[in-house]
């Protein structure tokens, strides 16, 4: 009876160890609380300045992009919309047949340039109707508006500026997202607040649009990551009550802030090949930080020692799993070209 006994147990455990992938994923979802089939959507940005890189990660991981998210467009100070694909991005957007949603901006993030917009009904409907007209053109499957440095006193007419639009792209069929600078309290006496993450009314944006991709990077803090564990659990306890789960889209930033020590302040910025280089070519020491969520490393260079606080496939993962715990509709990853190549391997 015992060796009964113990020879169901091995076959049930060999059940457990040769589940397919499929079933293996949908069993940690369960055990989880997700959905089942539940797979977060991966949206990933495409800059200009690291087209070249960046178009060498599509090429490579395709598959595993479900939908990309050029920054190629803007309305300018005359409210024309301006800005095209080249021809290398069409290539490869053709080649791997990939749901494109561009950004627009406001030129050089012109607060003059957004205003005189927003208090311009005409302007607006030129700006809606534009986009319609490229998006019908080039196949896109919609937009996002990517406006920033705005005034929170015009808070409630970039709300209804979105409303418009978001009526105008789905009456054509095409969705509209928002990228939006976060924050984590209603009101501060702060440039950051006041031009930048005070004007997105969370809770009127999210009922208009199909979702938001929430920029939870760029701590303001004075020292430290570009996005910390802590910085990201004050800014989603924030929003809890204001976008819905299956609406918001967080951000997951690539590049890293490098900071000199003494005196403390912000020198740099970059990519985790400039982190790689770092490393091969200065002696440092490096680490892993549990309370920030992130890997940092300390060199010294010309008497002088640096920080820098770097994103790398364990912090990916880490950001990954904030995301699939609190089943957002996914994430918004800033920028290709820049990310540790590991990351691709964390994903579906």
């Not at 409303?163 to 939006?180: C, P, R």
């Not at 199909?210 to 020292?223: A, K, R, V």
């Amino acid at each position: 009876m015992k060796k009964i006994l113990i020879f169901l147990m091995l076959i049930l455990l060999s059940g457990v160890f040769l589940l397919r992938p499929v079933e293996a994923r949908a069993l940690r979802d369960a055990e989880a609380g997700l959905p089942a089939n539940y797979n977060p959507e991966k949206i990933f940005y495409l800059s200009e300045a690291f087209e070249k890189k960046g178009l060498e990660s599509v090429i490579k991981n395709a598959d595993k992009i479900d939908i990309l998210a050029p920054q190629f467009f803007a309305v300018t100070s005359k409210m024309k919309i301006a800005g095209k694909f080249d021809n290398n991005l069409k290539a490869v957007i053709k080649e791997k047949n990939l749901k494109v949603m561009p950004l627009i901006v406001n030129a050089g993030f012109s607060q003059s340039v957004m205003h005189k917009l927003l208090v311009s009904p005409k302007d607006q409907q030129a700006v809606i109707t534009g986009l319609i007209y490229i998006a019908k053109k080039n196949n896109y499957i919609g937009w996002q508006f990517d406006f920033e440095n705005i005034s929170y006193l015009d808070k409630d007419l970039y709300s209804a500026f979105v409303e418009k639009a978001a009526a105008g792209l789905k009456k054509n069929g095409f969705i509209l997202s928002v990228a939006a600078v976060s924050r984590s309290v209603d009101y501060e006496n702060t440039n950051a607040f006041k031009n930048w993450g005070g004007v997105f009314d969370y809770a009127r944006i999210a009922k208009a649009v199909d979702f938001i991709s929430l920029m939870t990077y760029d701590d303001s803090e004075p020292l430290g990551p570009t996005a910390s564990l802590p910085f990201l659990d004050r800014v989603l306890a924030y929003v809890k009550d204001k976008i819905p789960a299956e609406k918001l889209s967080m951000g997951i930033p690539f590049y890293y802030w490098g900071w000199q020590q003494t005196p403390y302040k912000r020198i740099s910025s970059g990519s985790y090949s400039l982190v790689e280089y770092t490393m091969q070519n200065f002696s440092h020491l490096k680490d892993f930080d549990a309370k920030m969520g992130v890997s940092w490393l300390t060199y010294s260079f010309n008497n002088k020692n640096y920080k820098i606080w770097y994103e790398d496939q364990r912090s990916f993962n880490i950001k990954l799993d904030v995301v699939k715990k609190n089943n957002f509709r996914g994430f918004s990853a800033w920028v290709l070209g820049q990310e540790d190549p590991a990351i691709w391997n964390s994903l579906q």
